[in-house]
T-cell receptor, first 115, second 111 residues
């Protein structure tokens, strides 16, 4: 049973480009959470999705950021027109239920660098 | 006031000593408390959960919770160099879907 898979592991984008981060949850998990970790900081919640639905996007910046979790395929976090301040590690976690606590398993993260 | 406060460290302890990591939180509705360990460049992994006041022991780890003081701690006995990592505290309110993490305490265990 593969764990939570995130790709790419490292992503370099120039300012103004788009970044697409993918997260494939563990088998049987239909709940996905995205977190962002800035250098030397803790993880900050961004968005919580179930298949085809955004349940809570209270932590997501209002502009340039979007997320989806289609019926088929991985969850995608999309950042348009990236800026230097978007450089961070983006982690996704999946769980079989919606609790988001100990049942959630984290992927290895995507480290985004904006140059 | 931050929702979750942790001393960023680094906390440096010699091998074999007890490392004490502290966390205070502001949401009095928090009922579940989690400690995650994060090695540099890696993802967080859950190492302890505690739900009621008092102590909970698991191997070399002991979590302590005092809801009245809004304080949770993690003790690591017989610290090993492999324990060197950042430890993140995450209190959670029942029904809240996502975790709120502290910024973490970096622990360095000196051989």
């Amino acid at each position: 049973n593969a764990g939570v898979m995130q790709n790419p592991r490292h992503l370099v984008r120039r300012r103004g480009q788009e970044a697409r981060l993918r997260c494939s949850p563990m088998k049987g998990h239909s709940h996905v959470y995205w977190y962002r970790q800035l250098p030397e900081e803790g993880l900050k919640f961004m968005v919580y999705l179930q298949k085809e639905n955004i349940i809570d996007e209270s932590g997501m910046p209002k502009e340039r950021f979007s997320a989806e979790f289609p019926k088929e395929g991985p969850s995608i976090l999309r950042i348009q027109q990236v800026v230097r301040g978007d450089s961070a590690a983006y982690f996704c976690a999946s769980s079989p239920t919606g609790t988001g606590g100990p049942e959630a398993f984290f992927g290895q993260g995507t480290r985004l660098t904006v140059v | 006031q931050k929702e979750v406060e942790q001393n960023s460290g680094p906390l440096s302890v010699p091998e074999g000593a007890i490392a004490s990591l502290n966390c205070t939180y502001s949401d009095r509705g928090s009922q579940s408390f989690f400690w995650y360990r994060q090695y540099s460049g890696k993802s967080p992994e859950l190492i302890m959960s505690i739900y009621s006041n008092g102590d909970k022991e698991d191997g070399r780890f002991t979590a302590q919770l005092n809801k009245a003081s809004q304080y949770v701690s993690l003790l690591i006995r017989d610290s090993q160099p492999s324990d060197s990592a950042t430890y993140l505290c995450a209190p959670s309110r029942t029904g809240r879907r996502a975790l709120t993490f502290g910024s973490g305490t970096r622990l360095q265990v000196q051989p």
